[in-house]
């Protein structure tokens, strides 16, 4: 009733206004007859037609005139709510349209594809190529932290969930598995990445120890032969300053394979950077960006209830069954 009569109220004006002239001859009607009866005169009596006739013709020409003015001031007030609505609207869409982008860049921060390009496939030539790789990626995840921290409704405490009856609502809970995830998501990244500039100096380290320990391989014979043919004629300060060479260039050697980093050492952290890869393009990615379409599409539709209702509404989160928005 009340939701028919907030709908309909200028109808019910109107009917209202119609019919009292009714009741009111009626009531008259009913005083002629208990005065006839009884002699006892509750109104005026002996009102005739013309008289009724002035009063319906003055009547009616108020009542018209009031319901000008109802009528003129429900349509101001609907355009008022319309506009305001509108703006409502309006400044709502342009925030939701820089936080879809900001998602979106959230999302695309998460490149492992990169990754793989810059870690499995390196070789002794791009390993320069490949620091520089890690480190914008290690920048543009950052970046996106920042501005998904600052410029989204998902991690300043739900602030936009204020005015919501349910707690929690899908929009909340949302929001909620949305900045959970990002986080869990980010952190492994960066651990990811963190192991991938390892695994670059390590692997830069091995191949630079493995071309010196060729390098002095190859000094090492040519020291050793030319000692060898020299031997007889050299002098022995000369021969020692050779020996001397040659047991520096050894002791170095011995050095760098002592500190020769496994193959497999390689291999297994090059494995374990595969696994965090693969689970967050396989698995962790595609979640979140399920979860970000279903956010974005549930302020797209509360952009819609503001500009019908001019107030969003909020969808109560049942747990252990479906929940749609």
Known sequence: ?????????????AIFFIAVPFLLNF??????????KYGVTLTASGLQNQDWLDFWGTYLSV???????????KFAADDRRKDKNEKL?????????EEENIIIEVCQSFDTYIIYKAVIELDNSQ???GKRVLQNAREKVLNAQVKFELLTDIADNFQKCVGCDFDPC????????????????????????KESDLYVNNLEKQWIDKNRIHINEDLLKQKIQYAQACNGDASTVGVKMWENEIVQIELENDDLKKQWIKDEEIQKALSSIVEKANTISQNMKPQMIHYCKSYIDCKK?????????????????IKGEDKQA
Do not use: P
């Not at 009733?1 to 004006?13: A, H, S």
């Not at 009542?63 to 001031?73: D, E, R, T």
């Not at 909620?176 to 986080?183: E, N, S, V």
């Open 301 to 317: 539709k509360h952009k819609k209830e503001l500009l019908q209702k001019g107030q969003m509404q909020y969808i109560k989160c």
């Open 127 to 129: 390993t320069k190529e």
């Open 170 to 193: 899908y929009d909340k809970e949302n929001m909620i598995a949305i900045r959970d995830l990002y986080y869990e998501m980010e952190s492994l990244y960066l651990q990811m990445l």
């Open 63 to 73: 009542v018209i005139a009031f319901l000008g003015i109802c009528m003129a001031w």
């Open 27 to 36: 009531g008259l009607f009913v005083t002629d007859i208990i005065y006839e």
């Open 89 to 97: 609207a309006q400044t709502y869409g342009e925030d939701l349209k």
């Open 1 to 13: 009733m009340k939701r028919f009569l907030k709908k309909y109220w200028i109808v019910c004006v």
